[in-house]
């Protein structure tokens, strides 16, 4: 669903929407492959993840499959990258999926402010005009209302400085990716195998890394065959990858 960016209609869209996972379950779920990457292997309420690198879109549409499929509604605010159809192949139910446009100037805070009011999961470009004491804010109403926050900054983990405006639980770092399919001059990118590495803050502070397919031939996300693939290329930073991200 496309929406203009209308407070109104976006306020009273959250206060209709109840959320599907009661109050005291204290995570939303997501897929096995991705359990060892997050402290409680789940999504915690209240909670903000940041995913850095090229393939930051996928990921970011990999750890919404769970939730989406039980009911969760989910918002993205920005990021023209992410696709209806890679959102569709994840198995996000784009039924309760808000896209919503980039808002100007300070009407991005307000915006998020109400989607974090009664949508549990609200996906964010970092690129948006939000600034460290406002992103500190919306955080601490994301915790006090129980959303999950994911800050997706696309492309090169360190280029850009808007995800320096905030100050994530866990943040998910895509170091490295290898796609398969291609051959001698001629084939199809068919799947792709990344490495995460994961660090957070507090009791989330001890790093994690996971090797994934993301995504698979099929277009969701699997962990990756301890061995290499025969027949896979490495595709640098800055090509291919960025367009299919």
């Given at each position: 669903m496309n929406l203009p960016v209308d407070l109104a209609a976006l306020r009273s869209l959250s206060a209709s929407i109840?959320?599907?996972v009661p109050a005291g379950e204290r995570v939303l779920p997501v897929g096995r492959a991705l359990q060892p990457l997050l402290p409680d292997g789940a999504l915690v309420r209240g909670s903000s993840v940041q995913l850095l690198g090229v393939g930051a879109s996928s990921l970011a549409?990999?750890?919404l499959a769970?939730?989406?499929a039980a009911g969760c509604w989910?918002?993205?605010?920005g990021l023209p990258e992410l696709g209806l159809l890679a959102a569709d192949e994840h198995g996000l139910a784009l039924e309760r999926l808000l896209l919503i446009d980039p808002p100007p100037d300070r009407r991005a805070v307000e915006v998020v402010a109400a989607l974090v009011d009664g949508i549990e999961l609200v996906v964010l470009d970092t690129r948006l005009p939000i600034g460290a004491s406002d992103a500190r804010r919306l955080a601490?109403?994301?915790r006090e209302r129980g959303a999950v926050v994911l800050l997706v900054q696309p492309g090169v983990p360190g280029e850009g400085s808007g995800a320096l405006r905030w100050?994530?639980?866990v943040a998910l770092t895509v170091r490295e990716q290898r796609w398969q399919g291609l051959g001698m001059g001629h084939g199809v990118l068919r799947r792709r195998r990344v490495l995460v590495e994961a660090e957070g803050r507090g009791r989330w502070s001890r790093q994690r890394r996971a090797a994934l397919l993301l995504p698979t031939s099929e277009g969701s996300v699997t962990a990756a065959p301890d061995a290499p693939d025969e027949g896979r290329v490495l595709v640098p930073f800055g090509s291919v990858?960025?367009?299919v991200s």
């Open positions: 109840a959320p599907v549409l990999a750890l769970e939730p989406s989910t918002a993205v605010v601490a109403r994301a100050s994530p639980d990858d960025r367009a």
